[in-house]
């Protein structure tokens, strides 16, 4: 599957900016890939940043990337949810109240990178378990239905789209990146 098989009904328009950052890759192999320059860019990050925020008020680099791992983790549970055809309707989950209580400011990039690796290769687990049909299989999250497919493409943007920000509002404020 392909971010292209997916319809306007699959998700929230909310989640299609996240969506739209992705190509044309199938999502198994988009989300190999980004298991493979992740890290790597994790590991780029100089460690003088890692406690930085752009504004008052925003989160930190550590934090920003500890959000991505968490959002990873709720999104594999919704989609392991849906997998298995569960319609019991599953809550949202409060992002701001996640993140104070991550502990982010005292995690290593190298906890970061490996807790990311174990993460994201269960989500690719998964949806390689996944027969194409199921792809298109809906659920509830939030109040809203999405297919699983939907759910495995928006985790991959949602990971893009919080390391394009982190590129221009992190790093690049400083020269770096």
């Not at 509830?140 to 789209?161: D, E, R, V, W, Y």
Request: with cysteine.
């Amino acid at each position: 599957m392909t971010r292209f098989d997916l319809q306007p009904e699959d998700c929230p328009p909310y989640y299609r900016p996240y969506i739209d950052l992705l190509g044309e890759e199938e999502l198994t192999v988009l989300l190999e890939r980004q298991m493979g320059n992740f890290p790597e860019f994790i590991r780029s990050i100089p460690e003088d940043l890692w406690h930085y925020r752009y504004a008052e008020g925003k989160w930190t680099v550590s934090e920003v990337l500890v959000h991505v791992l968490d959002t990873e983790r709720v999104f594999q549970y919704r989609a392991l949810r849906f997998g298995r055809h569960d319609a019991t309707p599953l809550p949202g989950f409060d992002q701001d109240a996640y993140v104070p209580m991550s502990l982010a400011m005292e995690r290593t990039p190298d906890d970061l990178v490996e807790e990311y690796l174990a993460i994201r290769k269960s989500t690719l687990l998964l949806f390689r378990s996944m027969p194409e049909e199921r792809m298109f299989w809906k659920g509830t999250a939030s109040g809203n239905p999405m297919s699983l497919g939907a759910l495995g493409f928006i985790l991959c943007g949602h990971q893009k789209h919080h390391r394009n920000i982190l590129r221009e509002r992190y790093l690049g404020r400083q020269g770096k990146g």
